[in-house]
């Protein structure tokens, strides 16, 4: 299995991946939480392949938060353009294999909401590309929090690299995900994702209602014009073209870990 798992990693480099790794499925099935298993999802798994793009550094120095909202339309759209390939290249050679979506679908309600069939951020740990911080964040070595992951299940059993086992986060040291978040959803006791929502919302469905509310209520014609030329327009567009985009991405920002490091060209 050695010279497909080595064909899968180069594959996938070639395909404009900057980070990849096998996790064991074995490993995840043991300690993931329910449903959220490789064998729930494709039975006989043996391996995930994860891997991640990494975000431009640049977009993070534009005012325009127009600039970073396509970043992750384009990232997302990249990362499961790639997945599929990934799954292709597997069933051609004779396994099964389903890439799990970057983003949404997740599911809502009924496991207690907000929960995506595979957690990227557990694949990758157990890839061996990097340690979950203190933010929640999956952190590589590399690009710290500033990279975008995706998985895919398959059967083949290629080989599982070793989970990392140096600390990435600065943790107590640093803190400063936890003072720079708006919603206060960050602390020594982990990630509270509806706080985080509350502030997601400004900028999605929800705000967009909140917007329309503003261009029926305003008075002034030239304030009602600028609000459905130079925001609702495009808030629809975005909404339409990626599904719900959430936009906060402070505590990625702040991190040391993601802007030290740079991509080295080989
Ligand atoms: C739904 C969702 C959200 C929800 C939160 C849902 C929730 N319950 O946590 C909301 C909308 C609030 C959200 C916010 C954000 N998200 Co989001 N989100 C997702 C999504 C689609 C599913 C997450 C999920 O199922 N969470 C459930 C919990 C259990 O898993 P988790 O948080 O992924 O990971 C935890 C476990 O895996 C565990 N873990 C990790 N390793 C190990 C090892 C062992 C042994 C064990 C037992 C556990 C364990 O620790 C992790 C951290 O708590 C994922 C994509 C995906 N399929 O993974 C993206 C994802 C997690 N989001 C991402 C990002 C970037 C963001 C935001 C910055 C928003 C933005 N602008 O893009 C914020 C960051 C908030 C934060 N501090 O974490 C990235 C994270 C990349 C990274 N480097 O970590 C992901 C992976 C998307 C992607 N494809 O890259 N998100
Ligand atoms: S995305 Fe924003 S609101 Fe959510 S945890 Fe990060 S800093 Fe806090
Ligand atoms: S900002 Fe600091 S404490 Fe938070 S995840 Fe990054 S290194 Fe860890």
């Known amino acids: ?66 600039i970073s909202r396509a970043s992750y339309v384009y990232l997302h759209h990249s990362l499961d353009n790639i997945a599929w390939k990934i799954a292709g290249f597997l069933e051609e050679r004779g396994f099964d294999a389903i890439p799990i979506a970057s983003d949404v679908p997740v599911e809502m309600m009924e496991r207690g909401g907000l929960l995506a069939d595979i957690s990227h951020r557990h694949a990758a740990v157990q890839a061996g590309l990097g340690r979950v911080g203190l933010s929640g964040h999956f952190l590589s070595p590399r690009f710290g929090p500033r990279v975008r992951l995706v998985s895919v299940i398959t059967t083949a059993p290629l080989t599982a690299d070793e989970p990392l086992k140096d600390e990435v986060c600065l943790g107590e040291k640093c803190r400063k995900c936890i003072e720079s978040c708006p919603a206060r959803a960050i602390s020594e006791d982990g990630f509270e994702a509806k706080k985080c929502l509350s502030v997601m919302h400004e900028y999605n469905l929800y705000g967009l209602l909140k917007l329309m509310g503003k261009v029926l209520n305003a008075e002034d014609p030239e304030e009602k ?42």
């Open 1 to 66: 299995m050695e010279e497909i798992t080595k064909a899968v990693k180069a594959f996938t480099l070639e395909q404009g991946a900057d980070v990849v790794g096998i996790g064991s499925a074995e490993a995840m099935n043991t300690e993931a939480r329910k449903l959220q298993t490789p064998e729930e999802n494709l039975p006989g798994a043996k391996a995930v392949v994860s891997f991640g793009i990494r975000m431009l550094n640049s977009i993070f120095k534009s005012p325009n938060i127009r």
């Open 225 to 266: 014009k600028r609000l459905i030329f130079d925001r609702t327009f495009s808030e629809i567009y975005m909404s339409l073209r990626s599904g719900d985009p959430p936009f906060c991405i402070k505590c990625v920002e702040v991190c040391p870990n993601g802007q030290v490091k740079t991509k080295l060209t080989p």
